[in-house]
Each structure stands twice: as C-alpha cells, then as structure tokens.
C-alpha cells in the first residue's frame, strides 16, 4: 500500500477524551473514530489488525476442532423469554421494536440462538461432543462505555457453546477451550493468566477469566507472579485426549490467581511473599460450564446410548476480539506508539523515502515495494512528499515492527536501513538483502 493513497487519518494532538495510552493511540493511529458512546467505525488501518486477530481466534478455535457458524446480531424476544432471561438482562440490553409490533433484540450473547438451532438439529448423543462458535458484534447498552474499544456498548466476540453427553464430557469441552485460549493469547503476544472467576448465581467453580495484566485495567488482581512465566510455546496438543488437555490446565490454574471477586485472602498468604502479587488485569475472555440451565429451559434434548433422554451438557466461551487490540497496545507501546508483534501487524514492514523525488531513492523504494510483494508481505511505503522526521513519527505511532529507510546517502554506498521499532536497533544492508531479512522474519508467522 502506497502511504499517499491510502487513508491513515493520523492526528498530530492527543485527543482530550482519550484517558488510557491504547485508546489515545487507536485514536492517533487513525485506526477507529467513534461514532457514539462506546461506537465506533473500524478505520483502514484498525480494521486490518482487528481482522488479524480474528483470524487467529479462527485458526486456534479449528484447531481445537470447534466449528464456525454465523448468527445474526438482532434476535427475537420470543427465544429470550424461554430461557427467563429477555425479563432478568435488564437494561443492558437494547430493545428494538420492527414494523410489524414484535419485540425483538440486539443480542449482548448468543446462548439462547445457539440452543435453538440445536434443538431442531440434534437429537443423539451420537452428534456429540459438538462445540459451534461465531465471530460477530454484540451489543451491551454498558452504563459507563470507556477507553475506547475497551468497555464499548458495540463490540466484536468470539463466543463458542458447548454439547456433550455428561458433564465429564462437558468439562473436557472447558479444558479444551482453556487451552485453545492460551495458544490464542500466547500467539498475540499476551500473556493472558486464567484465573477462577465468580460463577454467580448458576453455581460451581467452572468458570475462568483470562486477564492480561496491565495498570489500566478495570479488575483488580491477585497472583503468584510465577504464573506469568508458564507457556505454551508450541506443543503438539491432541485435543482430543482428555488426560493430556487437562494436565495442560492444571499446569495454568495451580498456582494462585485471582480477581478481587473471588479473593481468597488465606489462600492468597500461602503463597512465599516474594512471589505475592497484587495489580490491575484486562479480561480478555472468559470460559464457563453452566450444564443443562438452557437445555433444559429449552427443551435441548437427547438420546443417551441406554435410549433414556436428557437435556444436553452445556458451556459458553467468550473471547473480547475488539477488546484484544485495546489490551495489546495496552502490553506493547512506548512513549512514540504502538509496537506491535509480527502476528498481529497491518503491515509487516513500512518504507520509508527519505527524499521522495530523488531518481534513485524513488527507484529504490519502488525495487523494494515490488520484491517484498513477490514474497507475499504487502508493505506500507510512505511515498508522500513529507519530512523525514514527519514520517517517522507517523511509522513510530502506526507500530510497524520493521521499517526499511531509503536516502540518497545510503544508496550512494548500496545500502538501506532496517529498523526494529521494538529495539530500535538499526543495521545497513544491501536492498536486496534487507528483503531477504524481513522475509526471513515473516517465513515462520
Ligand atoms: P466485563 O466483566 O468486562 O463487563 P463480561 O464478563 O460481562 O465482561 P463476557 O460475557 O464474559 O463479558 O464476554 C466475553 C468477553 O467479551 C469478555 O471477557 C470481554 O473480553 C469481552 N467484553 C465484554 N464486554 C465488553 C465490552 N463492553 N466491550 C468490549 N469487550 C467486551
Ligand atoms: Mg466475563
């Protein structure tokens, strides 16, 4: 993408509104513009990377063996008052009226949809275990909407549901989910802690948050700092077998790690007091067992291999995807902007023109932009007839992680420079080189 052709509505100033660094530098970046409280459009460059983590939530979910679908946003009051729920959600939900008089919603989740189609599909536990989920826009009509993508009333969710035969079965579909959230996070760079969340009034203590830590968050945390240093790294998970999937979770859950809701002070003073931790965490999702709550509310039943039926097992598992770009600035910025990883940037690496108008720097960038395209890495050259200074502020907001810079000096001895926006360290190289090093780079994202 050429930089004067594009639309990167960069701003100069901080925005007043702006309270916390992820949302002044969306707003900076050019990536989104509110439209209403906590409503925004997704602007070229905040769309790109909201599709990127998209689309690694997909890849993790498949891989896990969970299944894609699309529901719509609006749904019927009808399928909200079988389950109880269209009277007790309260005023956080946004009621819509169509021409023809009914009641109908602008679903904030989608348990009551996804049961329905399972009732009038699945009847036999010979269908289960079955896990089906959607990316898609829910709305909460949120009382305080804030820091921008953070706490929005409109807001993008990845939410999967659950089938399975018992409760055995069921909560091996929770461990699976636990751990298709940790590869997730772990690829976006987050180190996301699960800890156990409060179940309300459902009963149980199935339920986890994933919260990244970060100062700006809303909940207050409470940790063995150990648990920040687990990983996953790449292991070869088989998610079907169960023992393996729930050593994984043991692993993530053993050491302590809790919001302030579920704070067990005693619990908490076990922990060696150099490792005692107490700080601020974003939730980015949330996995929950509930049972047959819907099943049964619903009539979501099947057949067991004795011929008696039951109502099916259920779960709900959430992933904030437009919440993910907020908490990830949040964990990866500096003082200049955002930093962001390789798996999740617009662009893999941006060129930078020293001396737009120059015969051979012009011709440089142009070789540049050309051969990186050939490898499949779409670069941003800055083309525009700006400052250099001008321009670099503008690569150092946007976050690119590479940045190649071209000027006639540098050519006049063959070489430009690569950058790394994380370190900041540079090195001269031949263009062509430059090419095979970013490359390189991207050959294993
Ligand atoms: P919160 O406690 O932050 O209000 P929640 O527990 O009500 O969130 P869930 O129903 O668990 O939210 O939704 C799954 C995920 O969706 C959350 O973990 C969070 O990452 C994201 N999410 C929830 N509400 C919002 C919102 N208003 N704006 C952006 N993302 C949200
Ligand atoms: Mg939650």
């Given amino acids: 993408m050429r930089l004067s052709r594009y639309f990167l509505p960069v701003l100069k100033e901080n925005p007043a509104e702006a309270q916390i660094v992820s949302h002044r530098y969306m707003l900076r970046a ?50 909200w008052r079988e389950s109880g729920r269209y009277d007790d959600y309260g005023q956080e939900m946004l009621r819509i009226i169509d021409r023809q008089k009914r009641e109908m919603l602008y679903g904030p989740t989608n348990e009551e949809m996804i049961t329905d189609i399972f009732r009038s599909h699945v009847n036999s536990y010979k269908d289960l275990p079955l896990t089906l989920y959607h990316i898609q826009w829910k709305f909460r009509d949120e009382m305080r909407p804030r820091f921008g993508v953070m706490r929005g009333r409109e807001f993008l969710m990845k939410d999967g549901y659950s089938f399975d035969i018992d409760k055995d079965a069921a909560l091996h579909a929770y461990n699976r989910h636990m751990v298709s959230y940790l590869r997730t996070y772990e690829r976006m760079g987050l ?22 830590l970060a100062q700006t968050g809303e909940s207050e945390v409470f940790y063995d700092d150990r648990v920040t240093a687990l990983k996953l790294g790449q292991r070869d998970i088989d998610f079907d077998d169960r023992a393996v999937v729930a050593d994984v979770c043991k692993e993530f859950t053993t050491l302590y790690a809790r919001t302030d809701e579920t704070h067990d002070v005693t619990a908490f003073e076990a922990v060696p007091e150099h490792h005692r931790k107490v700080g601020r ?40 995807v437009s919440r993910l770009l907020g908490a990830i600035i949040e964990a990866s910025h500096d003082d200049k902007g955002i930093i962001w990883s390789e798996e999740v940037t617009p662009f893999p690496v941006g060129i930078v023109n020293l001396k737009q108008g120059d015969g051979a720097a012009d011709a440089a960038c142009e070789g540049l932009y050309k051969a990186l395209a050939t490898k499949g890495l779409e670069a941003l050259y800055d083309d525009r007839d700006e400052r250099a200074g001008a321009k670099f502020a503008t690569m150092d907001m946007i976050g690119l992680p590479w940045r190649i810079t071209v000027g006639p000096r540098g050519l006049a001895s063959g070489v430009v420079e690569v950058t790394s926006r994380r370190t900041g360290e540079s090195e001269e190289v031949s263009p062509e080189a430059a090419v095979a090093r970013i490359a390189q780079i991207y050959a294993g994202v």
Avoid: C
Wanted: zero cysteines; glycine letters at 14%.
């Fill in 30 to 79: 050019g990536m989104i513009k509110q439209q209403a409280a906590g409503i925004y459009s997704w602007l070229p460059l905040g769309f790109r990377v909201l599709k990127r983590i998209e689309e690694i939530v997909h890849q993790e979910q498949v891989r896990a063996g969970h299944i894609p679908l699309l529901m719509p946003t609006l749904q019927s009051a009808d399928l």
């Fill in 191 to 212: 180190t996301a802690i699960p800890m156990r969340a409060a179940s309300g009034p459902i009963g149980g203590d199935n339920t986890h948050e994933f919260l990244v």
């Fill in 281 to 320: 965490g974003i939730e980015v999702g949330q996995i929950f067992y509930f049972g047959t709550k819907y099943s049964e509310a619903m009539g979501a039943m099947v057949v067991t291999p004795d011929g008696s039926r039951v109502p099916v097992e259920m779960g709900s598992h959430g992933i904030g």
